[in-house]
């Protein structure tokens, strides 16, 4: 079975443009949570869809948003881009099919450099 | 408040020691979980464990729920075994995952 697939890799934009990553989680998983990990705040939650539903968003400005698909790929975006955006962005899929599957794997990672 | 919280954050070890990570846990958390970070960025889960104890090869776990804590044991350490070890746990119908800092591990040939 596949693991969790995230596009691209790398990423180099500069301030204030826009950028889109993307994230396919392992088949039959319906949970897609997205982390921002930087070296001073750590792994922080950004948010968590499931069947197309934002169910829970971690403290981050309007500026980053995300949705679901109904084949459970998912996107996050984040628009006027900051130097402190820099960061290496990490997906996750569940099954969630109810409260026990709550096991998180996670994808390889989008590496952002804001210049 | 919601908290996950880590130690040691840096330990080095001999190849061949054995270790024990913490990792205390506030009531609004459950459903605890240990990754290890490998020096590419991939994170690996190691145990989903709510509670009670597992085992996976040299690597064991046990949570109290009841306590607030968790512990990941690390027998026989390889080098392989270098890098940053995280907890999580998830917000009590939240479906939000809060990490832990993370212990930094260097594991000396």
């Known amino acids: 079975k596949a693991g969790v697939t995230q596009t691209p890799r790398y990423l180099i934009k500069t301030r204030g443009q826009q950028v889109t990553l993307s994230c396919s989680p392992i088949s039959g998983h319906r949970s897609v949570s997205w982390y921002q990990q930087t070296p001073g705040q750590g792994l922080q939650f950004l948010f968590e869809y499931f069947s197309e539903t934002q169910r829970n968003k971690g403290n981050f400005p309007g500026r980053f948003s995300g949705r679901q698909f109904s084949n459970s790929r998912s996107e996050m975006n984040v628009s006027t881009l900051e130097l402190g955006d820099s960061a290496l962005y990490l997906c996750a899929s569940s099954l969630r099919a109810h409260i026990g599957n709550e096991k998180l794997f996670f994808g390889s990672g989008t590496q952002l450099s804001v210049l | 408040g919601i908290q996950v919280e880590q130690s040691p954050p840096d330990l080095i070890l001999q190849e061949g020691a054995n270790s024990t990570l913490r990792c205390n846990f506030s009531?609004?958390?459950?459903?605890l979980q240990w990754f290890h970070q490998n020096p590419w960025g991939q994170l690996i889960n190691l145990f989903y464990?709510?509670?009670g104890t597992k085992q996976n090869g040299r690597l064991s776990a046990t949570t109290v729920a009841t306590e607030r804590y968790s512990l990941l044991y690390i027998s026989s350490s390889q080098t392989t075994d270098s890098g940053v070890y995280f907890c999580a746990g998830q917000t009590t119908g939240g479906f939000k995952t809060i990490f832990g800092a993370g212990t930094r591990l260097f594991v000396k040939a």
């Open positions: 464990i709510p509670s």
């Open positions: 009531d609004s958390v459950n459903n």
